[in-house]
């Protein structure tokens, strides 16, 4: 669907997670809890039974053998810790079609179903990210991270318009499911309060500022 390299290899690939497989060497402890020395298989995803999209990446994208070498060498276990140069390239794990999430202290995975339509829609809007320029993904990465700073502040809006005092007037936005900015919901809860003051005809009196009182009271004829 998106080519194929210069081996006849994809360049797009999907694996099931414990199919795939890369060689690396290190340390580690055998079943019976001595320690080995040497190179073994690894998971290329992270082992669970889910679906990933793999991407193919050329030997150039990993520098000189002498580099490669140079950088994975371990001197504690005396191997190469990424195996040997991938001369034919190697693939990398693009996308998991899984979420991990904690809930109630819990690790939960859910496992995302092969559907032609994830693999239509994120292959193509990854492609088009790695063809942003850096400024528009800065653009883009500034973009979304402003969406999320204003969803933030409207919940807290919200919460605190619900925990006002009742005498306040305040009115659940948030149940009912109406968007509005803050300043409506503020205008909104000092029209009710004006509309309850003023009920049944009665003229508001206001204390603050410039102020008259009423006349003063006359008693025997002459002012008090």
């Not at 290329?44 to 193919?56: H, V």
Request: glycine share 8%.
């Amino acid at each position: 669907m998106f080519g194929t390299n210069e081996f006849g290899d994809p360049i797009f690939k999907v694996a099931w997670g414990q199919s795939e497989f890369h060689r690396m060497g290190n340390l580690w402890r055998d079943k019976h809890g001595n320690e080995r020395r040497g190179y073994r298989n690894r998971y290329l995803c992270d082992g669970g039974p889910s679906w990933n999209i793999l991407r193919w990446k050329p030997a150039s994208q990993y520098g000189t053998p002498e580099l490669w070498y140079h950088q994975t060498w371990d001197p504690i276990s005396r191997r190469f810790s990424l195996g040997e140069y991938p001369w034919k390239g190697r693939y990398e794990v693009l996308y998991s079609l899984s979420k991990k999430e904690l809930v109630a202290g819990k690790l939960v995975v859910t496992d995302f179903p092969l559907t032609h339509i994830l693999i239509d829609r994120i292959i193509p809007l990854l492609l088009a990210v790695q063809r942003m320029t850096p400024l528009e993904r800065e653009a883009a990465r500034q973009f979304a991270k402003e969406q999320q700073e204003k969803a933030e502040n409207e919940e807290t809006a919200d919460r605190m318009m619900n925990a006002l005092p009742a005498w306040y007037g305040p009115v659940s936005f948030s149940r009912q499911g109406i968007k509005t900015s803050l300043l409506d919901r503020k205008m909104h809860a000092i029209q009710e309060m004006w509309n309850r003051l003023s009920k049944g005809g009665r003229t508001l009196k206001f204390q603050k500022g410039f102020f008259q009182g009423p006349a003063p009271l006359r008693l025997s004829g002459r002012p008090t």
